[in-house]
C-alpha cells in the first residue's frame, strides 16, 4: 500500500540553525501538508500545498517557514532558524482530493532543538 | 477564525462499555469531518470519517453522528476493548483539516 515518507525520523540541531525536512506524498495525490505536534498536544495545521504553490497558511508559519516541491516527488519544509520552540514532531500529509479525500500522514520527523 | 472544540479531554471507561466523544466546529460551510486515533508515538490514522450529506455512519463498533444545524459531531465506539485505548482527534475544514485537542481515551480492564 502506498504511503507518505518522511525523512529524517529524527533530527537534533542547535538553536539559530537551519533544518529541511523531507517528504515523500503518495504520488498521485496533489494536495500536500505539513502539521506540527508538540508533545502530548494537538496537531496543529502549517501550510498547505496545491499546484506548486501555498494555498493557506496558519499563523505558526511565519516567515521562519517555507515549503517547496524540488521535483515531481519531494516536498520540503525548511525551518531557516530554529527557535527552542520548535521542537516538535512534524507531520507530512497528502491527499488526492482538497475537500472530501481522506488525509494521509506520514510517520513524522521528530525535530529536537536544543 | 476556524475552530474545533472537543471534549471530553480524557475519558476512561470500563472494557465492553461504549465511548463517546464530542466535537462542535464553527465554520458552518464545512462539509467534512473526520476521526483521527493516534497510538503512542505514531501517526495519526483515519478512523471514520462523515459527510454532511449524511447524519450518521457506522462501520463496525465505531460510528459517526453529525448534526449540521448544531454544528456538532460525535464519535461513538461499542464494545471497548484494550487496543481502543489511544487518543482520538476530531477535525473538520475541508481544505485544510483543523484538529480538536484529543481526547485521550483509557480502557480499563
Known amino acids: 500500500e502506498p504511503e507518505v515518507t518522511q525523512t529524517p525520523s529524527h533530527q537534533v540541531t542547535q538553536m539559530g540553525q537551519e533544518v529541511i525536512l523531507r517528504c515523500v506524498p503518495i504520488?498521485?495525490?496533489?494536495?500536500f501538508y505539513w502539521y506540527r505536534q508538540i508533545l502530548g498536544q494537538k496537531v496543529e495545521f502549517l501550510v498547505s500545498?496545491?499546484?506548486?504553490?501555498?494555498?493557506?497558511k496558519s499563523e505558526i508559519f511565519d516567515d521562519q517557514f517555507s515549503v517547496e516541491r524540488p521535483d515531481g516527488s519531494n516536498f520540503t519544509l525548511k525551518i531557516r532558524s530554529t527557535k527552542l520552540e520548535d521542537s516538535a514532531m512534524y507531520f507530512c500529509?497528502?491527499?488526492?482530493?482538497?475537500?472530501?479525500?481522506?488525509?494521509?500522514f506520514g510517520e513524522g520527523s521528530r525535530l529536537t532543538v536544543l | 477564525g476556524e475552530n474545533v472544540e472537543q471534549h471530553p479531554s480524557t475519558l476512561s471507561v470500563q472494557e465492553g462499555d461504549s465511548a463517546v466523544i464530542k466535537c462542535t466546529y464553527s465554520?458552518?460551510?464545512?462539509?467534512?469531518f473526520p476521526w483521527y486515533k493516534q497510538e503512542l508515538g505514531k501517526r495519526p490514522q483515519l478512523i471514520i470519517d462523515?459527510?454532511?450529506?449524511?447524519g450518521e455512519k457506522k462501520d463496525q463498533r465505531i460510528a459517526v453522528t453529525l448534526n449540521k444545524t448544531a454544528k456538532h459531531f460525535s464519535l461513538h465506539i461499542t464494545e471497548t476493548q484494550p487496543e481502543d485505548s489511544a487518543v482520538y482527534f476530531c477535525?473538520?475544514?475541508?481544505?485544510?483539516?483543523?484538529f480538536g485537542k484529543g481526547t485521550r481515551l483509557h480502557i480499563l480492564p
Open positions: 462523515i459527510r454532511s450529506n449524511v
Open positions: 465554520d458552518s460551510a464545512s462539509n467534512y
Open positions: 500529509a497528502s491527499r488526492i482530493l482538497a475537500d472530501t479525500g481522506e488525509l494521509f
Open positions: 500545498f496545491y499546484n506548486n504553490e501555498i494555498s493557506e
Open positions: 477535525a473538520s475544514k475541508d481544505d485544510k483539516i483543523i
Open positions: 504520488s498521485n495525490h496533489l494536495y
